[in-house]
């Protein structure tokens, strides 16, 4: 009869942790492809705080949710180029050119961020709903390194749901 906190009767052989590694984003749309992922932060969020004063005492609230901001990095193949890929969406929100603004139908985007066992069945999916650019890093050039080149975007949204 195993102990109560054996290790081996603890970590039983059905035990499969969800690793790094194992992820794609998916867009609704062909904003960018599944194949460029590079990195990808999970979904993030903070729940202000309310105090109420009575008397010598404080009680406290749940205030404002806000979903924090994602980074998802990619890899830059020459064709297609995931740096055109950004510049289009950047420009949805705004064209540098013209100075002109978009509308937010046009430049949120929804995609989802899929977590993938060991034979590639998902087993975890948030649906992010309402994504915009807030931050872009194109990577840097470096006579020295051989290193791929990588691109960072940080995207701000509206809501993300955790469907498994």
Request: aromatic share 12%; proline share 5%.
């Amino acid at each position: 009869m195993p102990q109560p906190f054996e290790v081996n009767a603890m970590l039983a052989d059905t035990f499969e942790p969800k690793r790094q590694n194992r992820f794609l984003f998916q867009f609704t749309d062909d904003t960018l492809p599944a194949y460029i992922a590079r990195s990808a932060s999970r979904p993030s969020f903070s729940q202000e705080s309310i105090t109420i004063d009575y008397l010598n005492s404080r009680r406290y609230l749940a205030g404002k949710f806000e979903w924090n901001t994602m980074t998802l990095g990619l890899h830059d193949p020459i064709a297609p180029s995931a740096a055109q890929k950004v510049m289009e969406w950047a420009r949805l929100a705004h064209e540098t050119i013209s100075g002109r603004d978009g509308y937010a139908a046009f430049y949120k985007k929804n995609f989802s961020l899929i977590s993938l066992d060991p034979v590639g069945a998902a087993v975890e999916k948030w649906e992010i709903r309402g994504a915009f650019l807030t931050d872009v890093t194109m990577g840097d050039y470096d006579m020295g390194s051989s290193e791929v080149m990588p691109i960072d975007i940080t995207v701000r949204m509206d809501e993300c749901i955790l469907r498994y």
